[in-house]
């Protein structure tokens, strides 16, 4: 067939050169069946096909090439929101996208967002070194950024109300247990009554890696602390016995703008959009090339071998910016659509972290009944593509932690894959998937070690083929894809029983 080899060619030419070699030039034949200088219906396998490991990765080095425009301010390469890095991202994707002409119409959406540093911080409790204790995301920091020292006052309940703090928290530590609430909740509860800091304990044994959320002025610093070190000290504030410590973080609450970039196609019916996204950011501490440099990269190759057909429906692709932080890009973008806009976004596809190098083949195990109808449509042609790959699956919570969870919650069907983060890997896993058992799936989840060297080839162009297969599926017909509920969508509340919020706990 005529397509096949045009698309041998095409996949044959690795780099640059091939963006610059349109599919249907005027040497190679038009294909019988369309008319003359169209381009064919969008074809799952034919797509899929022009996905290469070369183009990957040769996108991951320049990308790994941007990070280090983070060195200058951090010492290492990064691409968190604010630096250098992240702008050099930015810059990447657009020109990338506008390289594919009028295909596209591609948009910033210019949003503020909160980005917290810790500097340093400590906890005594007593005479002792809180080892578990954990400053939270977006926490202020204690008085002119010094150590502040007080009693530790019990709170009752779980400081979810103003009346749970007695009044002797004024100038103290109040120590509050974890549930019901958000954490940013208690700390401002704890800050109108004029306490000096915050602890919120586990009520398991382990620690909290939590986040306050949204600033609030009356936030204050605020540690999360593991259930087995809270365990003696709640025993000992129930016999009323006096617990000095003293509580220190130095930290910054810094807000910045930063931008989502958007690329629609300009073919396909604009009504019905099958929308995807990645996150453009990393964490600070390294610059994520598979979390989410992967996602991104996958994106953007798809995005370009779609420019060799037609669409029925709408794609709408999103790099996000913020997630790290807590979904701030993704969460503006709903949170702004009118209603009108918001129908118009039959799913949404997550893509956050397509490369882990001791990867297993993760679903998001979104169903229908907990989540917007058509969720679970998606859930099923991920599972449908594994299995007619010969590969394995396995499903993980469908629990907040990307940039899905504004989509769910405002009535849109979601779902995704991913390839694990700091989940160790088990030996059924291993079995399933090879790699090591013990291990996280990925080892440097969050730091600088994210770099070229973290990422598996196979499992980057086996993710890459099925958002290609997602795109094309969906892109050439939502025919038994269910309708947006609208009514129900805004009747229904979904997201309840969520406890992330990003890489984070919220509540
Ligand atoms: C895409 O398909 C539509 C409908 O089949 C057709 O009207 C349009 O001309 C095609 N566009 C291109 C660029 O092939
Ligand atoms: C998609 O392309 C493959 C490979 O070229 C071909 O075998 C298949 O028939 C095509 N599917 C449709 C629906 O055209
Ligand atoms: C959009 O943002 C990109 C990346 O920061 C930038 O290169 C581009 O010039 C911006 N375009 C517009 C129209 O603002
Ligand atoms: C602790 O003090 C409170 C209030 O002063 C009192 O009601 C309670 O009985 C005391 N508990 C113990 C175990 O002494
Ligand atoms: C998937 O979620 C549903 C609830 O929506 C639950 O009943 C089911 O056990 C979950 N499956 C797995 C494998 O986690
Ligand atoms: C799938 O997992 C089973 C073990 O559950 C294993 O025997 C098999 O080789 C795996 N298949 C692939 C393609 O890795
Ligand atoms: C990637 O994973 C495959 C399958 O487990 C394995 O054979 C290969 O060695 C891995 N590659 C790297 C670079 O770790
Ligand atoms: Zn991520």
Redesign the pocket.
């Known amino acids: 067939m005529v397509f096949s080899s045009g698309f041998a060619l095409c996949a044959a030419i690795t780099g640059a050169a091939a963006l610059q070699v349109p599919f249907l030039s005027s040497n190679v034949q038009t294909p019988l069946g369309?008319?003359s200088?169209?381009?064919?219906?969008v074809n799952s396998t034919e797509l899929q096909d022009l996905i290469s490991g070369d183009r990957l990765m040769i996108r991951a080095n320049k990308l790994y090439e941007i990070a280090k425009l983070g060195e200058e301010e951090f010492n290492h390469p990064t691409r968190v929101i604010g630096s250098a890095g992240h702008t050099g991202t930015l810059d990447y994707i657009y020109e990338e996208i506008l390289k594919l002409g009028d295909y596209y119409d591609i948009s910033n959406q210019s949003f503020p967002a909160v980005s917290g540093h810790v500097y340093e911080s400590r906890l005594v409790l007593g005479d002792k070194v809180a080892q578990s204790a954990a400053p939270m995301g977006l926490t202020p920091p204690t008085k002119d950024r010094e150590p502040v020292h007080g009693d530790l006052v019990l709170v009752e309940n779980s400081g979810c109300q103003s009346t749970d703090f007695p009044d002797s928290v004024k100038g103290q530590i109040a120590f509050i247990q974890r549930g019901i609430c958000p954490f940013g909740t208690k700390s401002e509860h704890a800050g109108r009554k004029g306490a000096i800091a915050a602890i919120v304990y586990n009520t398991e044994k382990d620690g909290v890696q939590g986040t306050l959320g949204n600033p609030s002025p009356y936030h204050i610093a605020t540690f999360g602390l593991s259930g087995e070190e809270a365990e003696p000290i709640i025993q000992k504030l129930q016999k009323n016995k006096t617990i000095d410590a003293i509580a220190y973080i130095d930290a910054e609450v810094n807000t910045i703008h930063t931008n989502n970039i958007i690329a629609q196609t300009t073919?396909?019916d604009p009504e019905n959009c099958v929308m995807l996204g990645a996150h453009s950011d990393s964490v600070a501490e390294g610059p994520g090339i598979n979390d989410d440099g992967s996602g991104t990269i996958s994106l953007i190759e798809v995005a370009t071998q779609l420019t060799k057909f037609?669409?029925?429906n709408c794609v709408r692709f999103a790099w996000w910016a913020g997630e790290e932080e807590g979904l701030l890009g993704s969460d503006y973008y709903v949170a702004t659509l009118s209603e009108k806009e918001n129908a118009k976004i039959r799913l949404f596809m997550d893509y956050d972290m397509m490369a882990s190098p001791n990867f297993a083949y993760q679903i998001y195990n979104a169903t229908n009944a907990v989540n917007p109808h058509g969720s679970e449509e998606l859930r099923d042609l991920y599972i449908d593509w594994y299995k007619s790959q010969g590969l394995n699956y396995t499903f993980i919570p469908f629990d907040g932690r990307s940039d899905y969870d504004g989509f769910i919650r405002n009535g849109i069907p979601g779902g995704g894959i991913a390839t694990g983060a700091e989940a160790i890997k088990t030996k059924e896993e291993a079995e399933m998937f090879g790699g090591k058992a013990g291990s996280w799936l990925d080892p440097c989840y969050h730091q600088l070690c994210d770099d070229l060297g973290n990422v598996n080839v196979t499992a980057f162009v086996v993710s890459t083929k099925l958002i290609a297969h997602s795109v094309a599926t969906y892109a050439k017909s939502l025919k038994g894809f269910p309708e947006r509920e609208l009514d129900i969508a805004a009747s229904k509340v979904y997201g309840e029983g969520v406890k992330y919020h990003g890489s984070k706990l919220f509540i």
Not at 37 to 41: F, V
């Open positions: 369309h008319p200088g169209s381009k064919p219906l073919q396909g037609n669409v029925t």
